[in-house]
């Protein structure tokens, strides 16, 4: 069913309401929208000692940091069609990486349209919904067309070597541990390609006066961490930190727990030599990235509309490198679930500025509408918007946090992470005290002493579990059918 504003009235007050409280002009603002895959809070701004990123953090100077920001879903597919479409996973029907949400929620008004919608261009380069990375790379991937008015799939060097590529499993990337130091400069590599085509948009953008939400989406640090040499050369891989996992560590998670950490059979007990430079090659990538994602920012300041755009930029979920003795992404905790998260907007009071306050990516729609002065969102859209965090830090918007997998739900307050396995034995809990054991290291669940906890935070749960996973009203819905792995592909 398409959304239509019943009143033009309402579509007045709303957008001069929400220009003149931050103090904007009367135009409407730009939205850059940076998004990159698979990064997590590894960055210095975020306090890791050795990853060095200062593009991301001069935006942190600028904007407000989110400390306590979650995915919904730790896996790439799920989580972009999560927020894009201001869905839970369940409610849109992509809670594996290759479904196309149109096949579940044909009429849904996704974010980006939203703003079509009021008279913005909307634009794409790179990833924003899934694609197989990097077997997608300069193709639509598993993109959604009806999003855009303009796509743009750059194909670099690192696609075209990459059988220069070292990899755990040989000839496999994208699943695979995988890592080139490269040859040649930033601009032939392809989020390089991405920054140069999305500073070409801005250009022509500033000059024709458009308004404009542009979606900037790197591939890395994804794997393979290709990134120039002179990245690597940052970190010293004798300086590499490698995460401890205590013998016997494993057997004291429930089973579903266990299994998302040794899915990956060659990623285990690795030899500490390949441990340091699978995770430098990952901090190079970082620090690759960050610096194209400073390219971006430096054009939209040298062409004088920083002061009418906002800037979002995170990333899709976390990512583990060894901790509980796993690396990449779909897991339960805190690695795989949090996320970096800025929120830059003119006028914002909370400038420079940190917050504990809650955040889900399925917030991003809500809080985008609302920052630019928009009509609110189709009624059901989920999420809340963090726009009072971005003017009082401590406004916070959310007391909990929730992330599921198909198979499990966890529930994060301010002091625990509480998480219900659907399948297995009926004591398949965890309990984790963030406060106390931030690695999540010690589980609780079956400590007497936190019994009281258990209760509480199973009826919040369930609460927050049937919130997601109620059929959206005013929205045609067609469950997917058991054993439904979405497309193949949609690329050649």
């Known amino acids: 069913m398409k959304y239509r504003p019943t ?4 579509i007045l007050i709303g957008s001069l309401l929400g220009l003149t409280s931050l103090g904007w002009a009367q135009e409407k603002p730009n939205v850059l929208f940076i998004m990159t895959d698979d990064l997590n809070c590894d960055l210095g701004v975020y306090g890791h000692p050795q990853v060095k990123t200062p593009h991301i953090d001069r935006l942190a100077r600028q904007g407000v940091l989110f400390k306590n920001a979650f995915c919904n879903f730790p896996q790439c597919g799920p989580s972009r069609a999560s927020f894009m479409t201001g869905l839970y996973p369940e409610q849109n029907g992509v809670t594996v990486p290759r ?11 996704t974010l980006p349209q939203h703003f079509m919608n009021h008279g913005y261009t909307a634009a794409r380069v790179g990833k924003i919904y899934h694609y197989d990375n990097p077997n997608g790379i300069g193709t639509d991937g598993h993109d959604d067309p009806a999003s855009w008015n303009t796509r743009i799939n750059p194909r670099g060097r690192d696609k075209d070597e990459e059988d220069k590529i070292f990899s755990l499993k040989p000839g496999s ?30 250009k022509q ?35 590499i930190v490698i995460p401890k996992v205590p013998e016997g560590y494993l057997d004291t998670l429930p089973e579903s727990a266990r299994k998302t950490v040794t899915a990956h059979k060659k990623d285990l007990n690795l030899p500490e030599e390949t441990a340091r ?41 976390g990512y583990h490198l060894g901790e509980h003795g796993h690396y990449r992404k779909v897991t339960l ?3 795989a679930d949090r996320v970096p998260l800025i929120i830059s907007a003119p006028g ?3 400038k420079g500025k940190q917050t504990d306050a809650f955040a889900e990516m399925i917030d991003f729609y809500r ?13 059901y859209v989920k999420g809340v918007s963090q726009r009072p965090v971005l003017e009082g830090v401590s406004n916070q918007q959310r007391v909990n946090a929730l992330t599921q997998l198909t198979n499990g739900y966890t529930l994060r307050t301010r002091q625990f992470r509480y998480t219900r396995w659907m399948d297995g034995a009926p004591d398949n809990l965890e309990l984790y005290n963030r406060l106390k054991d931030p690695e999540e290291m010690v589980n609780l669940a079956h400590d007497p002493d936190y019994a009281w906890v258990i209760e509480t935070l199973n009826l919040e749960l369930q609460k927050r579990i049937m919130e997601a996973t109620s059929v959206p009203n005013d929205l045609v819905f067609t469950a997917p059918l058991p054993g439904d792995k979405g497309v193949k592909k949609t690329y050649e």
């Open 7 to 10: 009143s033009l009235f309402v």
């Open 99 to 109: 479904r196309l949400f149109r096949d579940y929620v044909p009429d849904v008004i």
């Open 173 to 202: 990337f994208g699943s695979s541990l995988s890592w080139l130091a490269a040859d040649g400069k930033d601009e032939e590599q392809t989020d390089g390609m991405v920054a140069t085509e999305s500073i070409e948009l801005l």
């Open 205 to 239: 953008y500033s000059t024709n006066k458009t308004p404009f939400f542009l979606a900037v989406g790197f591939y890395k640090p994804h794997t393979p961490y290709v990134s120039p040499k002179k990245y690597f050369e940052l970190y010293d891989e004798s300086q």
């Open 277 to 317: 430079k699978a995770i430098r090659a990952y901090y190079a990538a970082i620090s690759f990235v960050d610096a194209q994602i400073g390219r971006v920012l430096e054009a939209v300041d040298e062409l004088g509309i920083r002061d009418n755009t906002i800037i979002l930029f995170s990333s899709d979920h």
């Open 333 to 335: 905790f805190e690695n």
């Open 348 to 350: 914002m009071k909370g």
């Open 367 to 379: 809080t985008l509408t609302d920052l630019a002065g928009l009509p609110p969102p189709p009624p």
